[in-house]
């Protein structure tokens, strides 16, 4: 079964969470983006382009807006990054390309690049939604992508370009793994992932969605096509490992964003716990405030100055009401059928930063619904019998190419590099796009 | 404290800022405003028989979204009946006796219809009279204007005529349109000229819509060539007026005219010789309110370089200004770029390996200097970096602080000063203050000229 257009008509839509998530960023007007881009140095070799995983070249799509050649900019976004409108939305600019920008040894105000980014990606679709470039001269080979996540899309798109043929096998309804499902909705709406899709849908890369990719199955992908990529991303949510947590009411960060992303969930319970705290451990906690609960606590173990998640999001928490319990670590989940309260141990740093009780007393906090968002397990089980040296759970790759030690076998994306952001997978899936494409000639030229 | 107070071809002025015979004076409303708002004086929009206008009439030239870097216009000398004009000229001359008001003036080509008008502009109590020759839009295409301004002969012929009647001083307005403004300044000074006034607007085409491929300013789908005017000018003029001024047979008390919008433009046509300014684009964009910091800003600055009046400074760049052929040669300059203010743009580094000598060199990070990395070697390796968001639990030492506070050493470009030829361009480009400056190097060679390096030459055996 091949569904190879309209994903974006399949958006579910809720009324309800497109109220309560609107967009963080609104989108910038015809003139701010005119006088934005107009700001732009132009520098040369762009420390931005350079600090872009997937080097897209920052200051030549920004000259572009400036000389209203839309089309032309979003070409440029598109060339280097296939999903460059959910990563004008999604990408942690403060660190990558803005953070790179010049201007902050200047005037201090970087180039509202992701602004500008979405803007020009924006009018791309506003003005029908061709992809800017066509597939290549078919060639009769055949990649099996296992995951449909921004890994195997951008592996799917380079290879498309090829005239190599690529199908994305994926165990979710819908197509584009966490960029659909795992990202906030006041980033990156589920819609806009798919529409985006669609875009890519027109390189003729076919879909096979709802299929769950075990060993015999990936034995017989493997038979039947000339390469196959793994961009499986990462496995479930860590378990904390104490009494209650099989009680209702306990859940993990992904499902929960998921869920509400899809409409599945539309309300909070009042008192939300959210154990960790990483990105993902805020967007969830974000998410409960704004579907309505009345007390949103993160759990950590250690204070603010460790916590994984980017600064500015920890900012975005509290600005949403998120509430913070430091040094605690669960001891037990109570409750009778569903979750009533968590109990806590009080922790304190030790001379060597090691972290011990502080004393025997609990705290018991109130919680009607507790979210997991303490790390992701690896996914390789349905590998099988498969050879691909693994580290720590992670696929090793070589980072040029893509390439596993199995030769076969490329991969790109969270399950190599153990869970960054879209745009890393983008860069990889590309890479190993070409990666492909480059050993799949080289054998052909071996063979003649 | 330093005054503006000026006195031009004898006619004295609170300070050398006229508005330029242009929209903005059309009528004795809108000068009465201006003088409310501290223009010395006014230059009426040309009069003579009325004109029909066409609509539209201006179009723009706008550059990385500023507006109106240049502005051209078709419109034509006043609309409105001689009768008129002339009762408002007298009503603000009554109000306003301390301002100046000069009548711009445009006549068919008779002596007798310039003996009537210069005597009615002067009955109705112009302190002066400006005589447009300068026009180069539909007036020309009637023989005046430019058209007059264009032959040397014509200009002299009625500027006679005019002096033969007028009471008042004379200002002979040129056009730049022309080969060479010194031909038509000679001819308007030996006519017995008071003074001069230039630039007027410079033909021009500003544009072509590229939805309708029609010209701008669009009249009813077609154009015609209209008078450039505004910042983008001011270059031109500043040249014209530099080469007047240091012409015997040229000089005069000179109204300088093209592009100023500032104290600063201002000041530099003084350094020029210019007696006094007008202005009016400016005004057009932004109101006669721009006067205020023009007078602020023109005293600020004349106390600080202790001038007392524009006596002080007028003309002190002339001697300045010199022919290529007497500039030294054995001067030498070389580019120096302060790292503690280089943010990293490297917008010189490729200005100058595509745009100027190729000696500005990104290799200060490699062991030791390298001047074969061209650029697309250089963002060829920049394309092959693999650049991975910072992750803190992954990435040890990873910070998410974001902006990096120094330019890394890689991307501060060095000037190889042996190859350096002086050219500026970098300095031009570098988008920070003092960053890049031009340092003068003792190369122990006396000052030498062309013209004494081949004179020298030609004296050899």
């Known amino acids: ?448 | 404290m330093p005054t503006l107070e000026t006195n031009f071809v004898g006619i004295p002025c609170i300070n050398p800022f006229w508005l330029a015979s242009a929209p903005p004076t059309n009528c004795g409303e809108q000068i009465m405003r201006a003088f409310d708002a501290g223009w010395g004086g006014a230059i009426w929009k040309t009069i003579g028989e009325p004109i029909t206008n066409v609509s539209s009439r201006y179009s723009s030239v706008d550059w990385n979204n500023q507006r109106m870097m240049g502005l051209n216009n078709i419109e034509l000398i006043s609309d409105r009946p001689i009768e008129v004009n002339l009762r408002e000229i007298s009503e603000v001359k009554r109000r306003y006796p301390k301002h100046v008001v000069i009548a711009s003036l445009m006549v068919e080509s008779n002596r007798r219809a310039w003996h009537e008008m210069v005597q009615r502009a002067e009955e109705a109590g112009a302190d002066g009279l400006e005589l447009n020759f300068g026009c180069p839009h539909g007036m020309s295409e009637r023989g005046m204007g430019s058209a007059v301004g264009q032959v040397p002969e014509y200009c002299s012929q009625i500027t006679e005529w005019v002096k033969e009647r007028a009471a008042t001083p004379v200002i002979v307005k040129l056009t730049p349109n022309i080969t060479d403004i010194r031909m038509a300044a000679r001819a308007a000074k030996r006519a017995g000229a008071d003074g001069l006034s230039a630039i007027n607007t410079i033909n021009s085409i500003t544009g072509i819509d590229l939805n309708t491929l029609e010209p701008r300013p669009n009249v009813d789908g077609k154009s015609s060539h209209g008078g450039y005017c505004g910042p983008a000018v001011k270059p031109i003029a500043l040249n014209m007026v530099q080469q007047i001024m240091s012409d015997e047979l040229s000089v005069l008390p000179l109204s300088g005219i093209g592009g100023i919008g500032s104290w600063q433009d201002a000041a530099e046509f003084f350094l020029l010789g210019a007696g006094n300014v007008q202005v009016c684009t400016a005004v057009m964009h932004y109101g006669y309110r721009i006067i205020e910091d023009m007078q602020d800003g023109l005293l600020a600055w004349m106390r600080g370089k202790n001038f007392e009046s524009l006596d002080d400074f007028r003309g002190l760049t002339l001697s300045k200004v010199k022919e290529w052929k007497l500039l030294n040669l054995n001067y030498k300059i070389v580019a120096k770029i302060r790292e503690d203010l280089c943010i990293g743009c490297d917008l010189c580094y490729t200005a100058c390996w595509d745009g100027a000598h190729q000696c500005i060199h990104l290799d200060r990070a490699l062991p030791e200097p390298d001047i074969t990395r061209t650029p697309d070697v250089i963002t060829e390796e920049s394309r092959r970096i693999i650049s991975t968001t910072p992750i803190a639990k992954l990435d040890v030492g990873a910070t998410h602080s974001g902006a990096m506070e120094r330019t890394p050493l890689s991307r501060i470009p060095r000037v190889d000063e042996h190859e350096c030829v002086g050219c500026n361009l970098c300095s031009l480009v570098c988008p920070v203050p003092g960053c890049i400056t031009m340092e003068r190097v003792d190369n122990g060679l006396p000052p030498e000229t062309w013209e004494e390096r081949t004179s020298i030459n030609s004296s050899e055996p």
């Not at chain 1, 809720?14 to 007007?29: G, K, T």
């Not at chain 1, 030790?350 to 502080?358: A, E, I, N, Q, W």
Request: glycine fraction near 10%; include cysteine; charge should be negative.
């Open chain 1, 1 to 448: 079964m091949s569904e190879s257009t309209g994903f974006f008509e399949q958006a579910p839509q809720v009324s309800m969470i497109a109220e309560r998530f609107p967009d963080l960023h609104p989108p910038l007007s015809e003139c701010a983006a005119l006088v934005e881009s107009n700001r732009c140095l132009y520098c040369f070799d762009a420390p931005c382009t350079a600090a872009c995983p997937t080097h897209i070249d920052v200051p030549g799509f920004i000259k572009k807006i400036a000389t209203a050649n839309l089309e032309g900019s979003a070409r440029t976004i598109l060339e280097a990054n296939i999903l460059g409108a959910s990563c004008s939305r999604a990408c942690p600019v403060d660190v990558l390309c803005e953070g790179a920008c010049v201007m902050h040894r200047y005037n201090r105000q970087p180039i509202a690049i992701a602004k500008l980014q979405r803007y020009a990606m924006e009018s791309l679709h506003a003005s029908g939604g061709k992809l800017p470039f066509a597939a290549g001269k078919e060639t009769g080979r055949r990649v099996a992508l296992i995951g449909g996540g921004p890994a195997a899309l951008a592996c799917a798109a380079e290879l498309r370009r090829r005239g190599i043929g690529a199908t994305i096998f994926d165990a979710r309804p819908l197509p584009g793994g966490l960029n659909t499902y795992g990202i906030a909705e006041y980033k990156l709406p589920l819609a806009e992932s798919l529409r985006e899709i669609d875009l890519l849908s027109q390189l003729g890369v076919e879909f096979r969605s709802n299929t769950i990719v075990d060993a015999v199955m990936l034995a017989e992908l493997e038979r039947t096509h000339d390469a196959v990529f793994l961009g499986v991303g990462l496995g479930a949510i860590h378990r904390l490992g104490i009494p209650g947590e099989s009680l209702t009411g306990v859940t993990n960060a992904l499902d929960y964003i998921a869920e509400y992303k899809s409409g599945k969930i539309t309300t909070a319970p009042q008192n939300v716990l959210v154990i960790g705290a990483g990105n993902t451990a805020i967007d969830a906690a974000n998410a409960a405030v704004r579907l309505g609960a009345k007390k949103v606590h993160m759990v950590y173990r250690r204070g603010p100055e460790q916590m994984s998640a980017f600064s500015f999001e920890y900012e975005h928490a509290k600005q949403e009401g998120v509430r913070f319990l430091w040094y605690v670590q669960p001891a037990s989940l109570q409750g009778t059928s569903s979750v009533e309260a968590l109990e806590l141990i009080e922790l304190e740093m030790t001379g060597d930063d090691s972290l011990v009780p502080k004393n025997s007393d609990r705290v018991v906090v109130p919680a009607d619904l507790v979210i997991l968002a303490i790390g992701q397990s690896t996914h390789t089980g349905f590998l099988g019998n498969v050879a691909i040296e693994l580290d720590r759970g992670h696929v090793l790759i070589d980072r040029v190419t893509g390439q596993t030690s199995n030769p076969k076998y490329f991969a790109g994306g969270d399950c190599t590099n153990g869970g960054r952001e879209v745009v890393d997978a983008v860069a990889d899936g590309k890479r190993a796009g070409t990666g492909i494409a480059a050993w799949l000639e080289g054998r052909e030229r071996a063979h003649t």
